[in-house]
């Protein structure tokens, strides 16, 4: 079955960059939608970042041209690289699977596997 196992959260300063990981088993890679989501205290469950069957890319507004998301189908992992981070970006941040289709929206309603959760903090 999916499994996802995340790393790579800490705490930086404004400006700061950081790289999660999620180490994956159980799915192909290239086959189905992955992404990541974020969630701040007392906010809902923010899509982040997206990665469609076929190659394409989704960023949310607020992080697009600071984030990248990548997969290392050797690695077996889901990589988000976050650079230029911001106080706003403080969340706990979920990598997921989902289907082979997903609508471009980073909908978390599409994903049916998630990881643990990784902490990060910019100050």
């Known amino acids: 079955d999916v499994q996802l196992v995340e790393s790579g959260g800490g705490s930086v300063h404004a400006g700061g960059s950081l790289r999660l990981s999620c180490a994956a088993s159980g799915f192909t890679f290239g086959s189905v939608c992955v992404g990541w989501f974020r969630q701040a205290p007392g906010k809902e469950r923010e899509g982040t970042a997206e990665f469609s069957p076929n190659g394409r890319t989704r960023y949310h507004d607020s992080v697009k041209g600071r984030f990248t998301i990548s997969q290392d189908n050797a690695k077996k992992s889901v990589f988000l690289q976050m650079n230029n981070l911001k106080p706003e970006d403080t969340a706990t941040y979920y990598c997921?699977?989902?289907?082979?289709?997903?609508?471009?929206?980073?909908?978390?309603?599409?994903?049916?596997?998630w990881g643990q959760g990784t902490q990060v903090t910019v100050s």
């Open positions: 997921a699977v989902g289907g082979r289709i997903c609508s471009g929206w980073i909908l978390a309603e599409e994903y049916d596997y």
